[in-house]
């Protein structure tokens, strides 16, 4: 066979050729001549041949031949144009062309012995290159027109999956990222449709991660969450969607309410249909409201303003419970449960009382919740039959309630007084309408309260009263025995006096006059005298004196044995009336101070004692007692004198 890329003959089993390395196919030296031999038959067209025209032929041949040659380069062979067409000299028109092809072809031999590049033919004569071509040209247009075809499906193609719901639908699931986000959500509604919410969840993921705040792919994941269990996953989307990203979109309250439905939270489904009839505006929040809202309690006051005070009872619906508050804050099926016909009293101030109902089921009625306000005017302050101002003689005050403006004012049923300048209160003396309070001599401020039916306390009466006459001086601490004074007298000048002691001891550290002040006790048979040691070394000195001797003589010439009236003449006495049942009252008090007093207290038996107090220093750390304990007859039989420091 021949190369058809250097014209080098070769073996019919060569695979490369030695000469160009060019690889060989034997297929299709067979099929050149194959078609060689079909198509030279067709080439020939039959005719006479003589001598002269052979002759003639063979020329035209043999310059046929060289033509393109070394020797005769380019020579186009000339044509005797007088000769006729049906002469025998004339080839075939197949082999015509043949010859004019086969002149064209040649190719330089690189290895000639005389390195001279000359030209052959590249193929063999009994090869048909133009037939083969065209076979080859016809294979290429069939995979031009093969190639084309498919461009234009691929076009037609993506134009389809890019610009049609389908096609993007196809993409999506494809997971191409070219789909469009809604092809997602899309896809991702569909597969929640088809009950394959784990795949839902992921194809959703996609669209959200490109709008964070599609409210599409998020109803629908939710949804998907809720399907598998994860209640907390759909809950904090649908609350994000509530809370943020779209607060007027149905679908999200929704959804929301049937999960609190279906855990039982039924207070909290109740409180977010109230939101979404608010926020969306959609009347089925408020028809939904009204089925599932249970009756309300009803209270039987109505809130306002009271002048008096008022009792509030609750209406309890069939088969709830009401739970109530009267602070103001909001009840709860942990507060209080209510009973029913409990009054729920409201006195004067301000009151908010709060019920709601509860079902059985746990559902929450309507809130109610009412605001009362008690104001009950002031009764009028009493009046005295005796104005304030200077009086020879002491007169006897008379007390009665103030004038009323209000025709429905509650009416009086008590009135209090003092007469020592104290603030009147309910725990003073209560005024005796038979018995009218007597003035002492001096000046005296008589201050009274009226207390309504009720439970009003009215203004204070105060009225001032100056009774010429000697009023008797208050005990101080300049009163003292005879012959002694307490901190001052010592135990040997005592004892001189008084006699010896039958015991002299020293008291318990806790009994001391001070706690750096050693103490010490003797004990006569008539009663104890105890001293203290006001430095170290020093003699003991009188602070405390308990007797029963009617030989002493105690301050302003009282003594054991006399009555309650001679004592308390010896000492200012207002005559105020007793404070209780008792008998205790009060003697005096200076200034309402409470410091320097007198008393006339029980003791509880059928015994009284009658008491003075005097501070020593200005800041009333340091006292001077005087007290005088009555027998049953009303006789002193006891004189306690001491000095002592108040407690702090």
Avoid at 424 to 453: F, M, W
Avoid at 515 to 532: I, K, L, N, Q
């Amino acid at each position: 066979m021949i190369c058809p890329n250097c014209g080098r003959e070769l073996p019919d089993t060569a695979r490369v050729c030695p000469s160009c390395n060019a690889v060989q196919r034997a297929y299709r030296r067979k099929r050149a001549e194959a078609d060689v031999e079909t198509q030279t038959p067709r080439a020939h067209v039959a005719r006479r041949v003589t001598p002269q025209t052979d002759a003639q032929h063979q020329r035209e041949q043999t310059r046929a031949q060289n033509i393109g040659t070394v020797s005769t380069p380019n020579r186009v062979p000339t044509v005797d144009k007088t000769k006729k067409s049906g002469q025998g000299s004339r080839m075939p028109i197949g082999l015509e062309k043949q010859k004019a092809y086969e002149q064209a072809k040649v190719r330089h031999v690189r290895h000639a012995p005389d390195n001279l590049r000359r030209k052959i033919d590249a193929s063999p004569e009994n090869l048909n290159p133009p037939i083969y071509q065209r076979s080859h040209k016809r294979l290429l247009h069939v995979l031009l027109a093969v190639l084309m075809l498919l461009l234009f499906i691929g076009a037609a193609g993506g134009y389809m999956l890019i610009n049609t719901e389908n096609g993007q639908q196809m993409m999506a699931q494809w997971g191409w990222s070219i789909a469009r986000t809604e092809s997602y959500v899309t896809l991702g509604r569909e597969l929640v449709d088809q009950g394959y919410y784990t795949r839902a969840i992921q194809t959703l993921q996609t669209a959200i991660d490109r709008e964070p705040e599609n409210i599409d792919a998020l109803i629908s994941m939710a949804q998907a969450y809720t399907e598998l269990g994860r209640i907390d996953e759909a809950k904090a989307i649908y609350e994000s969607l509530i809370n943020d990203i779209a607060p007027s979109y149905p679908n999200s309250y929704r959804n929301l309410i049937k999960i609190y439905q279906d855990e039982g939270y039924n207070a909290e489904a109740l409180a977010l249909m109230k939101v979404a009839a608010e926020k969306t505006g959609t009347q089925e929040f408020d028809v939904m409201l009204r089925e599932y809202t249970p009756t309300a309690p009803t209270l039987s006051k109505t809130a306002g303003r009271y002048s008096e005070e008022i009792d509030v009872t609750i209406t309890i619906p069939e088969g709830e419970t009401v739970y109530y508050s009267t602070d103001g804050t909001d009840p709860s099926e942990s507060g209080l449960i209510y009973t029913a016909g409990t009054s729920l009293h409201v006195a004067e101030g301000k009151m908010t009382i709060k019920a709601i109902g509860f079902t059985e089921n746990g559902t929450p009625s309507e809130q109610v919740s009412a605001d009362y306000t008690v104001i009950i005017p002031t009764p009028a302050a009493p009046k005295a039959n005796y104005a304030s101002g200077k009086y020879k003689k002491a007169p006897k005050v008379s007390l009665r309630p103030g004038d009323e403006t209000d025709k429905n004012a509650s009416p009086i049923v008590a009135i209090y007084y003092t007469i020592d300048g104290r603030q009147a209160t309910t725990e003073s003396t209560l005024y005796n309408d038979d018995e009218p309070i007597q003035l002492p001599t001096g000046k005296s401020t008589l201050r009274a309260i009226a207390v309504a039916a009720n439970g009003k306390i009215s203004y204070e009466m105060n009225v001032t009263y100056d009774v010429e006459g000697n009023l008797k001086k208050m005990f101080t601490s300049d009163d003292v025995f005879k012959n002694l004074t307490l901190y001052k007298t010592g135990y040997t000048t005592f004892t001189k006096a008084w006699g010896t002691p039958t015991s002299y001891e020293t008291l318990p550290e806790d009994e001391w006059y001070s706690p750096d002040m050693e103490s010490y006790e003797a004990v006569y048979d008539w009663g104890t005298a105890r001293f203290c040691v006001k430095k170290t070394g020093s003699t003991p000195v009188l602070y405390a004196l308990d007797t029963t001797n009617a030989k002493m003589t105690g301050p302003r010439s009282t003594k054991v044995g006399m009555s309650s009236e001679e004592v308390l003449g010896k000492f200012r006495d207002l005559g105020q009336a007793a404070l209780d049942k008792e008998g205790n009252r009060l003697l005096y008090n200076y200034n309402s101070a409470n410091t320097q007093f007198g008393t006339y207290r029980s003791n509880g038996d059928g015994t009284f004692a009658i008491h003075y107090y005097d501070p020593v220093d200005d800041k009333a750390t340091i006292f001077v007692e005087l007290s005088y304990y009555l027998d049953a007859s009303g006789n002193v039989e006891r004189i306690v004198w001491q000095r002592y420091l108040a407690e702090t």
